[in-house]
């Protein structure tokens, strides 16, 4: 099983809406997928209709409640989530006194891969021990960078801290994300791409009203939108590449 995480210290710049749309193209694959929701405003958990569990952050850490136990399914074949639960707010506290502290997502994911090919971690915004949690779990971290200096510089700063700690920055894997090809700083940004985005990924998700209807249909994009869709085929777009940078075959 690999695992893919959607992080940013931001918020608003699109992680959830790539967790889902990423997440239900990986499952139409082919590849058993779970969406497991961390962040307690549970975007990705009603986009998939997962309905809430009674499990507190707590019990799951300790191994009292399987994580496996808190799997719903969503109306996708292969594709199922682990909804956010609001007491999820905590675990940040909690896990700080797990030993060792940064290992313990990685510990809870482990009986997945028996079933799974594939877990996608919609994260919270900032950097705490939930974040670092993610870092050593995750084989690839996707970070939604909006086309803008402040967004390019959240993503520097992330940098700066996995040089600080240690962390393997080829993890590591920005694309664009609510690109307004309109505005003259996102198409510069876009063509001259800062050296800080060197490995981006090549596809660039658009400002599309089509990705934030997706509350509206609750569900992803691939779901409602017309096939020549750009937003759709730049998600198609992402999925493959991720889908390769996992080491996963795709046609
Ligand atoms: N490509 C996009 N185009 C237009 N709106 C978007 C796009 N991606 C996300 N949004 C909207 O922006 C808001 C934040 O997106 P979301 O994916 O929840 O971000 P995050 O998870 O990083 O906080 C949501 O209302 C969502 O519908
Ligand atoms: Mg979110």
New binding site residues.
Partial sequence: MKTLA?Y?I?????????AVNLAYFAAASGLRTVVWDL?SQA?STWYLHGEQSAAKAKSVLSGDTPLGRLVKPTPYDKLTVIPAEFSYRYFDILLKKVDPPREAFKRLLKPFSEQYSLAVL?CP?AISHLADNVFTAADLILV?VVPTHLSLRAYEQLREYFEQEGLPLRKLKPFY??ADRRRSLHRELIENPPALMQNAATAV?????M??R??EHRAPVAAYAPGDDA?LNAYAELWLEVADTLGFKTP
Avoid: C, Q, R, W
């Fill in positions: 959607l940013n931001k918020g608003g710049v699109g992680k959830s809406a790539g962040d975007a919609d915004p939604p994300s609510m998700i658009p400002y599309s009203s990705v934030e997706m509350g937003a």
